[in-house]
């Protein structure tokens, strides 16, 4: 190679990966050395004194049968739990956006699988942490001198769908949940499906863009338009709110439900003994708010008219549940960590 090139080409590179790391994209030394659950599940099997207790624990807890219920065998399967621990299995962690996440997320949960029973801890998220860059305050009038848009009109919401559909990823993403959440075509689990390969996928500029976009007092129609951006009436029907301890149920079921939730508590529930919001990461909380939407947890504004944030859920009918069904309910709709959030965004 002839001198001098070689530092160019370097040189090349790093601005060509520039963009992936201010966007926390590359995982770090950190988390490549912290094995897939995927992974470390194959070294608990090839291992006898790893593989039985391993084995024994998947009959305590089948998460893909129901929501996970205190067996009968309690202390045994603990017991298997803990000696797990020290195993390749005990720091094993998911990554987003994996192939075969729901696989990865099940193993994890297998061992962690204690988490949950008769509480609302879950214990801490499943996924690698990632590096986040640097907070850095969203402005929507950025996004649109960018996008050459005109300021002319003052619906943000509007003007944000219009951005997304000038942009050809953000356009295919927003037409394919649209086909099956329009009311014509309504399909209620597939809609919730496309609904989180949106925000999954989509450049951050544009879902925050949508989800974020401020309207002017008492306009409904703006309102609307960011409403139904994160949940389309056509998941959640016209009909009486179900009780948030079912829905909770119902998450607990399915592991990606489960692992998102898990995600949102740990870095979007952090309150001092006086109810402040403290020690979150801004980016990082909202990775794990987007990350909820699409799923029967999925956070919306409590009206077109309102930056109140809440589950589409009740406590009527919780009987003798009524503290643990407010406490569901109340961390979202009283969570300081969610206001700050939309202040920080809007």
Known sequence: MPLGVQPVLSALLLVSLLPLLQAGDLPTMDSVSVSSCITAKKL??????????????????????????????????????????????????????????????????????????????????????????????????????????????????????????????????????????????????????????????????????????????????????????????????????PNCLMLWDTCLQDVLCRSRLADFQMYCYHMDPLGTCVGIQPQRCLKAYMGLIGTVMTPNYISNLSTDVALNCSCRGSGNQLEECMHIQESFSRNPCLTMLYDCES
Not at 125 to 147: D, I
Not at 159 to 180: F, H, M, P, Q
Not at 187 to 201: A, G, S
Request: with cysteine; proline share 6%; glycine share 4%.
């Open 44 to 241: 608990c099997l090839a291992d006898f004194t790893c593989s039985t207790p391993f084995l024994y624990l998947e009959t305590c807890f089948p998460f893909k049968a129901s929501a996970p219920q205190k067996p009968e065998n309690l202390e045994a399967c603990l017991e298997a739990a803990q000696q797990l621990q020290n195993s390749s299995l005990g720091s094993c962690r998911c990554q987003w956006r994996m192939k075969n996440q729901d696989t990865c997320l099940a193993i994890y949960w297998t061992i962690h699988s204690a988490y949950g029973l008769g509480n609302y801890d879950l214990g801490g998220s499943p996924y690698k942490e990632t590096v986040t860059s640097k907070s850095r305050k969203f402005s929507h009038l950025n996004l649109f001198e960018s996008g050459s848009m005109s300021q002319s009109s003052p619906d943000l919401c509007l003007k944000s769908i219009t951005l997304c559909t000038l942009n050809d990823r953000c356009n295919k993403l927003r037409l394919a949940y649209g086909e099956v959440c329009s009311v014509a075509r309504c399909q209620p689990q597939k809609c919730q499906q496309e609904l989180r390969v949106f925000f999954e996928q989509v450049a951050d500029n544009y879902a925050q863009a949508l989800l974020f976009c401020p309207c002017d007092d008492g306009d409904d129609v703006c309102g609307a338009r960011r409403r139904n951006a994160i949940a389309p009436s056509c998941t959640s029907p016209a009909t009486d709110p």
